[in-house]
Every structure is written in C-alpha cells, then in structure tokens.
Nanobody, 125 residues
Framework: QVQLVESGGGLVQAGGSLRLSCAAS????????MAWFRQAPGKEREFVAG???????SYRDSVKGRFTISKDNAKNTVYLQMNMLKPEDAAVYFC???????????????????WGQGTQVTVFS
C-alpha cells in the first residue's frame, strides 16, 4: 500500500509563490505517474498538473506558465512549484499516484490509485 503525504500549503498574497511537496512511501515510485488536483469550496476536484513515468508534464490551461510539476525519484517526492498565485488558485491541493506499466498521466481523478490527504492553499489579494 502506497501512502502519499502532502506538505507546503499555506497563506500567501496574490502574486506570491508556494512549493507543494508530496512524499510517497514504497520502492516503485519511479514507475508511477503523479498528479496534483485541487478542490475549492463548492466546486468539483480538478486536475492541475501531472508528470508521467517518463517525466512528461501536462497542465491545465489556467496554470500554464505559472506552475511547474517535478519529480525526484531518489527522494520519492513530487513537487508543485506555484508562482504568480491568484485568488482563484486557492483550494485544497491533493497529490495522486498511478502505478502502471506505461506510467501515463490522465486528467481524470478516477484514473489514480493513491491519494494524499490534501494541503490547503489560501491566496489573499
């Protein structure tokens, strides 16, 4: 059983930056596709960014150019660097993982096998 633990959330002024981390247990992390989702109050969970086993990345349009996802297989950790934050980025951010042979990313939340507990990001203007 893989466990994912997020950290790095907090309160930040609009225009500021945060870096989220997601630490994974287990010894097959390098074969996982990983993603970040977020859920704001009253809204559905949405895909933010993903990184494949082969380190190909994908982003939702609203965060392109501002957010960067990366994966450190030696540390079993995936990161989400968030720059130029906007009030509409405020949400609970979740880390998700998928173990598969191909290790591809999907924007669909039901694709992922493992989820973290979430970390709150609050952006004030």
């Amino acid at each position: 059983q893989v466990q994912l633990v997020e950290s790095g959330g907090g309160l930040v002024q609009a225009g500021g930056s945060l870096r989220l981390s997601c630490a994974a247990s287990g010894d097959t992390f390098s074969s996982y596709a990983m993603a970040w989702f977020r859920q704001a109050p009253g809204k559905e969970r949405e895909f933010v960014a993903g990184i494949s086993r082969g380190l190909l990345t994908s982003y939702r349009d609203s965060v392109k150019g501002r957010f960067t996802i990366s994966k450190d297989n030696a540390k079993n950790t995936v990161y989400l660097q968030m720059n130029m934050l906007k009030p509409e980025d405020a949400a609970v951010y979740f880390c998700a993982g998928k173990a598969s042979v191909l290790g591809l990313v999907s924007p669909q939340e039901n694709y992922y096998d493992y989820w973290g507990q979430g970390t709150q990001v609050t952006v004030f203007s």
